[in-house]
């Protein structure tokens, strides 16, 4: 079966300007959560959507925000983007709760 | 508050041989504990979970200890071969309200594996 899918894979953006990553997840899973992965930080947890409802969220500011739909596809969203907010944003889904949670590829954003 | 931790940023172990890396987490909430392998450019992939009911789980070439009194676990890999050289996390879950559950990840060993 399809893996999970974030798009798009590469992106760069200005300084200020606000961005939209997408990700449909395993078929059949409902919950889907975010991560960012930089270099200095590694893996921080965003919020996991399970349902269309944020269930737990992460220690970012609220320029991160997020949702997701009826067919579980979710997105996430970042406004006013600063230069720190460069990073590997990864998705991740699973069944039911957020213990094997399988991941997409990841969204690299970079902005300058 | 880095609740999970691996202190050894790299390794290095010859193809063949048994690969131990390690992991330590602070938070005495954490019930579940799982291994990522990850490569350039791609997500991370599952590899092996332990729940803190057991000490020990085993998968093929992949083992996972953990000394709950210690805080401490560790993924063996017997035999290293070259395409497991990758960076492994380490992550650790508690149940947070109603069923939801975030994975708090450790910052990663990159694994080499020399031919």
């Known amino acids: 079966k399809a893996g999970v899918t974030q798009t798009p894979r590469y992106l760069i953006k200005t300084r200020g300007q606000q961005v939209t990553l997408s990700c449909s997840p395993i078929?059949?899973?409902?919950?889907v959560s975010w991560y960012q992965q930089t270099p200095g930080q590694g893996l921080q947890f965003l919020f996991e959507y399970f349902s269309e409802t944020q269930r737990n969220k992460g220690n970012f500011p609220g320029r991160f925000s997020g949702r997701q739909f009826s067919n579980s596809r979710s997105e996430m969203n970042v406004s006013t983007l600063e230069l720190g907010d460069s990073a590997l944003y990864l998705c991740a889904s699973s069944f039911a709760s957020n213990t094997e949670a399988f991941f997409g590829q990841g969204t690299r954003l970079t902005v300058v | 508050d880095q609740q999970v931790k691996q202190n050894s940023p790299s390794l290095s172990v010859q193809e063949g041989r048994i690969s131990i890396l390690n992991c330590d987490y602070t938070n005495s909430m954490f019930d579940y504990f799982l291994w990522y392998k990850k490569y350039p450019a791609e997500g991370p992939t599952f590899l092996i979970s332990?729940?803190?009911?057991?000490d020990k789980n085993e998968d093929g070439r992949f083992t996972v200890f953990l000394n709950k009194s210690a805080k401490h676990l560790s993924l063996h890999i017997v035999p290293s071969q070259p395409g497991d050289s990758a960076v492994y996390f380490c992550a650790a879950s508690a149940r947070a309200s109603g069923s939801a559950r975030q994975l708090t990840f450790g910052s990663g060993t990159q694994l080499t594996v020399l031919p």
């Open positions: 332990i729940s803190s009911i057991k």
């Open positions: 078929s059949g899973h409902r919950s």
